[in-house]
Structure formats: structure tokens, C-alpha cells
């Protein structure tokens, strides 16, 4: 048996037309899959908390994304409520996976923006580039938000057995 990590993000986006959801599967970067091996292994310590971030560019990840680099590379979006990037609260692992579904992520836009996708890195800084970046997705379609719309953002980490 074999297996294969990877995050699962599912949007909400609720404005004054209603609320639409989508569902994306992300890349785990070169940087994030090397932190999570090394960290299993206790090779790396752990990270204390991991945060959710948003991008505006018309980017796609890919492998070698680094959190060093993605913030401009990406155009990271930082016009929503708040000092800092958003927490994610993973619940315990059950059943393969661990999510953040109990506390989601809810962006509250402050300027007007088109979403390309969004991120998971561990500096909590918006537009920081230090820190792991563990995950990385473009949505589906762009998402234009206004002032006061609300991006709600779940993320699962899981394992799937290739079986």
C-alpha cells in the first residue's frame, strides 16, 4: 500500500448574490512535501501554527513554489480584515485526515480584488517571505470579491491510499 498526501480546499464565497461553493485539490510544493517528511521524521521541528493565505495573480503553482518567493510571485492579497494571515485550525487527525472545518477561515474583503487561489505557509505575516510554504491552489475561476464580501476557506490535510 502506498500513499499520498495532499490538502483538500473547499470555498465558500458569500456576498450580496448568495453563496456558491467549490472544491480544489492542491499542489504540495518541493518545500512543503521535504518539511513534512523531515518533520515525521524529526529531522525539522514542528511548526506551531500554519496559516492561510489568499493570491490576486493570474499565477499557477508549481512544484519548486517556495515560501520565499510565492508572496511576489503569486501577488499575494492582502486587502481583507485583520494584521496578519489567517490561522488554520486543524482539528485532530481522524480517519486519515485533519481539517479545519470546526473553525473556518472567513476573509472579509477591505478592497475590491480578483482571486486567483490560495495558500498555507507557517509565517503568519501577510506578504511574509520566510517560513514553509506547505500548500498551494489555484481555484477553479478567478473570484471577484467587493469591499465587505466574505471568502469562507476550509482546508482538510489528508492521506489517500493508492490501494
Known sequence: MHAKPGFIWTLEHLSKDGVVTEVQHNLMPLEGLNHWIDT???????????????????????PGDAAQTFPVQATEFTGYEGATRLAFAASVASGGEANNHAKVAEFTFTTPATIYGGFLASAAG????????????????????????????????????DD
Open 126 to 161: 501577510k506578504g511574509a517571505t520566510s517560513g514553509v510554504l506547505l500548500s498551494a491552489v489555484r481555484f477553479a475561476v478567478p473570484k471577484p470579491k467587493e469591499v465587505g464580501d466574505i471568502l469562507r476557506v476550509k482546508v482538510a490535510l489528508g492521506l489517500e491510499s
Open 40 to 62: 515525521l521524521l524529526g529531522k525539522t521541528p514542528q511548526q506551531a501554527q500554519w496559516h492561510i493565505g489568499l493570491f490576486s495573480g493570474d499565477y499557477t503553482p508549481v
